[in-house]
């Protein structure tokens, strides 16, 4: 039977696809669209999931959205809610479909996902009007609701109000301030730690002290925290230490917080292994944390773990619910988007009057990719299927050589144009991972960290917090063709390892499509774009 799973309404908005094997594509609507956020449903993402397969809507047996808890929900978000509800029946053509909770998707798409066969679940995300963390006890095939958490006793919300008060983006920035706490001292942790208190049955809850309504109706810092913390409510700290060490003290709370949660349910439940979805759970320094210091022998956290993952969720719950059983089984890949053919990239090289060489065989792509990343070029790499989720993992990369000396330098400030605390993956054939690093099996899709333990020919400019350094182990069966560049790449160098970046300008959604890419390569410092069977280079 085919299913179709919707997202949340809203941000990351995503459609997936199931036949009776497993899941066949999945895209997030921004990735088509070119706009972040662009639509509260994906529309586009519905269709294209259902040309990948050749199908059209009618040959869907059932239909699943991960709806959102109503908990508390205002009077102007429930008019919101039931807007989006009716254009989704427009969308679907008035096809009846079923509605699951929002965390209930987030914990299906993680357990459903796992190779566990006992499991405690965590999901956190930012839960704004309705429960911000939902734990449930995965048992075979079956999940059980132990506890809910309701908004604002939140630690998304919390770390998003940390991010405005470092000066950075709520909702857009998380990421930025993750990687800003490197650099930083946790001058401010005990303040922090006072903005929760847990009650009898292990679950947080935030002290309304701390916490006011802002002028637009959400929720902000109220002014005891200013003055415990000794800033200014006017404006934010204008010091880059300052920020570092609010995103440093911000950081150490929130891997606490969760840590603490999670041995409290530990406790409750027995479950020996660990698997999260949710927003917040995006954040690899706190994934590490719970693995090397949680007590769970096993943690696995699903790598579209944000709002887009729910549509997963949904569609395990929707198998589950028609036939009694989830279909359950570990993701393979990610590389689950469209994928241009020769006669699409062609047309739009064409089209822009471009010089482009074309590549014959598989030998010729990666020979001569791997020569332009000898001579310290970086290559857009553009194959395959789209990524689903935000990371890159080899289908939609930037890549370079980490034995570069300015490769770093090069990469921030002439092509991704960010700031430079952020680090850079290095990408490694997964059989060969042991000989550079200590690393677990997140690092599949870049959702943990690993330590460099073999530092050659400068890999350890890529490290921090000690020898921490963001691993992607990239295995054959996985995506065959980023494997053999990888050892194609290692006869000429010192190792089989490549920097790896997403390729997205701008803020924007990873490249999709050939016009996508080439808008990007030509608005970069980058210097050849590997397209399909297509080599550019300026």
Not at 51 to 62: I, K
Not at 316 to 328: D, E, M, V
């Amino acid at each position: 039977m085919n299913i179709l799973g919707i997202s949340t309404p809203g941000p990351n908005a995503a459609a997936a696809l199931f036949d009776n094997h497993g899941i066949v594509a999945a895209i997030e609507e921004e990735k088509l669209t070119r706009l972040n956020d662009s639509h509260a449903l994906p529309q586009f993402a519905v269709q294209q999931v259902l040309t990948a397969a050749g199908l059209r809507l009618s040959d869907v047996g059932s239909i699943a959205l991960a709806g959102r808890n109503p908990l508390k929900r205002s009077r102007s978000k429930n008019a919101s809610g039931e807007a989006a509800l009716a254009h989704l029946r427009q969308l679907l053509a008035g096809r009846r479909f079923t509605n699951f909770d929002h965390h209930l998707c987030h914990a299906a798409s993680a357990f459903y996902t796992s190779d566990f066969s006992r499991s405690l679940v965590l999901t956190l995300d930012h839960g704004s009007g309705a429960s911000a963390c939902l734990v449930v006890l995965g048992e075979d095939d079956n999940l059980k609701k132990l506890h809910t958490v309701a908004f604002p006793n939140s630690f998304g919300w919390f770390y998003s109000r940390a991010t405005q008060l470092a000066g950075l983006r709520p909702h857009r920035d998380e990421h930025k301030l993750q990687w800003l706490s490197k650099d930083g001292q946790p001058e401010y942790l005990e303040t922090f730690r006072k903005l929760f208190t847990w009650n009898s049955k292990g679950l947080p809850s935030l002290d309304r002290r701390y916490f006011t309504h802002g002028p637009d109706g959400t929720g902000v810092f109220a002014p005891r925290l200013y003055r415990e913390l000794g800033l200014s409510r006017s404006a934010p700290p204008a010091d880059r230490a300052v920020r570092a060490n609010l995103a440093r003290s911000a950081q150490e709370a929130l891997e606490e917080l969760v840590l603490r949660l999670a041995e409290n349910c530990r406790e409750a439940s027995g479950a020996d292994s660990l698997c999260l979805a949710g927003g917040v759970v995006q954040n690899v320094l706190l994934v590490r944390t719970l693995e090397q210091r949680s007590s769970f022998r096993n943690v696995y956290v699903q790598p579209v773990s944000g709002n887009a993952g729910t549509s997963l969720g949904a569609a395990f719950l929707a198998r589950k619910k028609a036939t009694g059983r989830s279909g359950r089984a570990p993701l393979g890949s990610l590389a689950l988007g469209p994928e241009p053919t020769s006669q699409d990239i062609k047309t739009v090289l064409d089209n822009c009057k471009i010089v482009y060489k074309y590549l014959n065989g598989e030998d010729d792509l990666l020979g001569e990719t791997s020569h332009q990343l000898d001579g310290g070029k970086i290559v857009g790499w553009c194959q395959g299927r789209t990524e689903f989720g935000h990371r890159a993992l080899g289908n939609r990369s930037l890549l370079a050589s980490p034995f570069n000396e300015y490769v770093l330098d090069n990469v921030n400030q002439f092509i991704k144009h960010r700031e430079e605390f952020h680090p850079f993956a290095l990408s490694v054939p997964a059989e060969r991972a042991h000989e550079y690093f200590d690393c677990g099996p997140n690092c599949r899709f870049i959702t943990s960290l690993g330590d460099l333990k073999n530092p050659i020919a400068g890999l350890e400019r890529f490290t921090f917090n000690g020898a921490a350094v963001r691993v992607h182990t990239v295995e054959k069966q996985a995506n065959p063709l980023f494997w053999k560049l990888l050892h194609k790449f290692g006869e000429s160098s010192p190792a089989p390892i490549l920097v790896n970046t997403s390729f997205n300008l701008f803020g924007e959604p990873l490249v999709t499509d050939p016009r996508s890419a080439v808008r990007s390569f030509y608005c970069s410092g980058v210097d050849a774009l590997a397209i399909g069977s297509f080599l550019v280079v300026k």
